[in-house]
């Protein structure tokens, strides 16, 4: 992506707005740090401190804060003054709504606007749900190595098999 203003022949003069729209163009490639307030119906307010002003939501763009609330439903998250928008966590069959307790208190989120969420209206993924106790079923012939290990081949415990081809891993924190 060029910038908007490139200093050298023929142009050597910057002036402060062609300055300004460089630092903005480079500013909507960074995470935009917020605070947030909130539980179900978040605002985000970017800092104002050396952040860009946001001018319009943009595709991709990344906003950073540490949760106020823990939710208890689903979440809608307003930032600044623009409208507010659902969130939605990425999951194998495509984004779907929050549910209770996939934002946490005090934990950090990072939320991406996407245009295409919300039947084109707009909405913003969480690319951070927190890990929780649970049971996590996995169907199918296990293959060499998934009841030993765990991730990044750290050891794991409490596995139990149920049925033929079924293997059930609960994991604690």
Do not use: K
Request: hydrophobic share 40%; charged share 5%.
């Amino acid at each position: 992506m060029p910038l908007p203003y490139s200093f050298g022949p023929p142009t050597t003069t910057a002036t402060g707005t062609n300055l300004d729209q460089n630092f903005s163009a480079l500013g909507s490639l960074v995470p935009i740090p917020c605070t947030a307030s909130g539980t179900n119906s978040i605002t985000l307010t970017p800092f104002s401190a050396n952040v860009p002003t946001v001018t319009a939501l943009a595709n991709y763009s990344l906003f950073v804060a540490i949760a106020a609330a823990t939710n208890t439903g689903a979440v809608t998250v307003t930032v600044g003054s623009f409208t507010a928008l659902p969130v939605y966590r990425d999951s194998a069959t495509g984004p779907v709504a929050l549910t209770s307790g996939q934002i946490v208190a005090n934990n950090a989120i990072y939320l991406v606007y996407d245009s295409a969420l919300n039947s084109g209206s707009g909405g913003f993924h969480l690319l951070n749900v927190p890990l929780t106790s649970g049971t996590v079923t996995e169907t199918g012939a296990p293959t060499s190595g998934q009841i030993a290990q765990w991730s990044s081949g750290t050891s794991i415990t409490g596995v139990g098999v149920q049925g033929t081809g079924s293997v059930v891993l609960a994991r604690s924190e």
